[in-house]
């Protein structure tokens, strides 16, 4: 089935430096593909989405550009700064199995000031 | 605030038991989804409903139910509770048909002591 690959482990860095944390997916057809994130104790907030290829899906920042031909769709950030720090989930809907979402595994992401 | 609401926020109960887990969707989604959240398994789809009527299946157990009512909430039972079963359960609303976007609850943390 669908599925969606975060790189392992969690991401320390120090204000204003660049974040990129990397997801792939494996998939039939052309899934639509999102980036959430989790603040600590809280829920999962959409952050950005890209429907189809070569879409570039883009808040507070952060950006993402949807790879049909290297199936990826990495986040990045030019300037993190400590409000950044949370969970970031990449995920995909299977417009196959009515929509639900497949999610990456997750990368914590640490900001020092 | 995302628009959907759960309730209870925390829940605390021992094996064997049986608890219901309540999400009311955004107004105006017909759609809702339950995902689990555990430390083993990450976030994995649990079951959707649209209208009233289950529409997908996923990873759930057979000892998990769950309904939707006329009003569009819905409810998450979890019976013959295993220690293993302690974990964060989201529910998520969908905007539309023509849409995939979900957007998550708060979240409603079981412990089963």
């Known amino acids: 089935g669908d599925s969606v690959t975060q790189m392992e482990g969690p991401v320390t860095l120090s204000e204003e430096a660049f974040l990129t944390i990397n997801c792939t997916y494996t998939a039939t057809g052309y899934p639509s593909l999102f980036w959430y994130v989790q603040y600590p104790g809280e829920g999962l907030q959409l952050l950005l989405k890209a429907t189809k290829a070569d879409d570039k899906g883009s808040n507070k920042g952060f950006e993402a550009t949807y790879r049909k031909e290297t199936t990826s769709f990495h986040l990045e950030k030019g300037s993190v700064q400590v409000s950044d720090s949370a969970v970031y989930f990449c995920a995909l809907s299977d417009r196959y199995g009515n929509n639900r979402l497949a999610f990456g595994k997750g990368n914590q992401v640490v900001v020092i000031p | 605030d995302s628009g959907v609401t759960q309730t209870p926020k925390h829940l605390i109960t021992a094996t064997g038991q049986r608890v219901t887990l309540r999400c009311s969707p955004r107004s105006g989604d017909l759609s809702v989804y339950w995902y689990q959240q555990s430390l083993d398994q990450g976030l994995q789809f649990l079951i959707q409903?649209?209208?009233?009527?289950?529409?997908a299946k996923g990873n759930i157990l057979e000892r998990f139910s769950a309904q939707q009512f006329p009003d569009l909430h819905s409810e998450l039972n979890l019976s013959s509770l295993e220690l293993g079963d302690s974990a964060l359960y989201f529910c998520a609303s969908r905007e539309g048909r023509d849409t995939d976007t979900q957007y998550f609850g708060p979240g409603t943390r079981l412990t089963v002591l």
């Open positions: 409903y649209y209208n009233g009527e289950e529409r």
